[in-house]
Every structure is written in C-alpha cells, then in structure tokens.
C-alpha cells in the first residue's frame, strides 16, 4: 500500500487501505463490504459520532470503528465544511485497521494524525510562551545581587567564556563591564560589539552552560539558578540573531 509521510512517519491514508480491501478481499460477486451508521448526531453543536463495519461476503462483521468529529475543531482545518465526512473516513479506517489493514501504522486517519500533532505543537508553544512571560517578568523585576559564593563564581565563569576574543589589555575592563550589575548605554554597546565581532561564543556559551547546569542546579539556590538564567539571557542577546 501507498505510504504518505507526516512528520516524518509513513502512513496509509484510508483511501489506500479501501482500495486494498477491494482487491484482495473476495472478487465483483461477492465482496467484502464497508457499512456505517450515525450512534449520534448533535445537529445544532455540529457534533456527530459515526461507526464502520467490515463484513465478509456472508455479512459477518470483521471489523468494527468508531470515530467523533466536531466541526469547530480548531485542529482540523477539513471539519471546518466536512466534518460529517471527515467522521465516516476516520471510523472507516479504524474499522479497517481492526480488520487488520493498515493496523502496522495507524488506527486514525491522516486528518486525526495531523489533528493530534498540531494539539501537541500547541501545547508545546504554550508552555514556551509560559516560560518566556516568566523570565520576562524576572528580568523586569529587580534583582537584589546574591552574595552567594556560588553563584558569583558561576556568574564569573559565563562572563569569561563571553569576553574570549577580545584583546588581551581589554579583556579584563570588558570582563568587569559585564559583570556589572548596572551599565550604562556605551558600556552595553560595547558588550554587544564584542558579541557581534566574536559570533562562535555564543556556541561555546551555550556548550559551557550545558556542561554545568546540572551543578549549579545542585549547588544554588532557586532564586540565585533563576537569575544566573537571567543572566545566561542577558549574554545570548547579546549576539546577531541567525539571519540578521
């Protein structure tokens, strides 16, 4: 059977699957059949529940599926005018699949498939977008300086992977610019000169934060790793964004 890919998986659109029923499964006279019915048809939400049977060529059931669709699903942009269709091909595909056709990839059909994938991107963009209003709001909110050991010798170790590359008599009034808590605007558009000019730090930057995390996790408290992640951010904005 023909595959499609999505999001790099092959996949056996319903289509397919049909077609190969038709051809192997008993011939013009006496064929293995599909049959569907409406469970239940909520006409004023748009909301229906269809079932699909499989019979062989005596009318036993051989496979059974159900599916539900909506039309106001905001995953499905097909439902938007098919949804009532879009239901029967997805209870057909899974009454296939318990039959035993397609069974190897999937149960839903491809608009299921894509209709789950996208609900994952979404709460994966949501979370992000959480987590950026959260560090968002930290750095808008000042931050009294920790006078921790740690974190003030972490805090050093990023500065010096950023400052590498600039000259050796500028590098330590460069180290102690960044390290400020406060500059003014000559002093950050140094920072970021140097950042511009030396572009490979931010790779080292990021495989040096890697590298430690895990110790400074074990070794900070939260208020003190929440603003060293402050700070990391801080640094990495500092650099051209890719394609800028």
């Avoid at 190969?20 to 008993?26: A, K, P, T």
């Avoid at 599926?65 to 905001?74: L, V």
Wanted: charged fraction near 30%; include cysteine.
């Amino acid at each position: 059977m023909k595959k499609i890919s999505i999001k790099g998986k092959p996949y056996v659109e319903v289509h397919e699957r049909v077609t190969y029923l038709r051809e192997n499964f008993g011939d013009k006279d006496e064929m293995f059949g599909i049959k569907t019915k409406v469970v239940e048809w909520n006409k004023e939400a748009k909301e229906i529940i269809i079932q699909a049977y499989i019979t062989d060529q005596i009318g036993r059931v051989v496979g059974s599926g159900i599916a539900h669709e909506w039309q106001d699903d905001p995953n499905s942009f097909v439902n938007a005018t098919s949804y009532v269709e879009n239901c029967e091909t997805s209870a057909i595909g899974r009454a296939l699949a318990a039959f035993g056709i397609g069974i190897e990839d999937a149960y839903a059909s491809a608009d299921e498939v894509q209709g789950a994938i996208k609900k994952q991107d979404a709460k994966k963009e949501k979370k992000s977008q959480v987590k950026k209003k959260e560090l968002t709001n930290m750095m808008d909110t000042p931050q009294e300086a920790s006078v921790d050991p740690y974190y003030i010798q972490y805090r050093t170790s990023i500065s010096k992977v950023f400052v590498e590359g600039s000259p050796e008599e500028e590098k330590q009034e460069l180290l102690e610019l960044v390290l400020a808590d406060f500059n003014d605007d000559a002093a950050e558009e140094a920072i970021e000169a140097h950042a511009h000019a030396n572009p490979g730090n931010k790779e080292s930057l990021k495989q040096f934060c890697e590298n430690s995390i895990s110790t400074w996790r074990g070794t900070m408290s939260k208020k003190d790793y929440d603003s060293l992640v402050i700070f990391m951010t801080y640094l990495n904005g500092k650099f051209k964004k890719e394609g800028a």
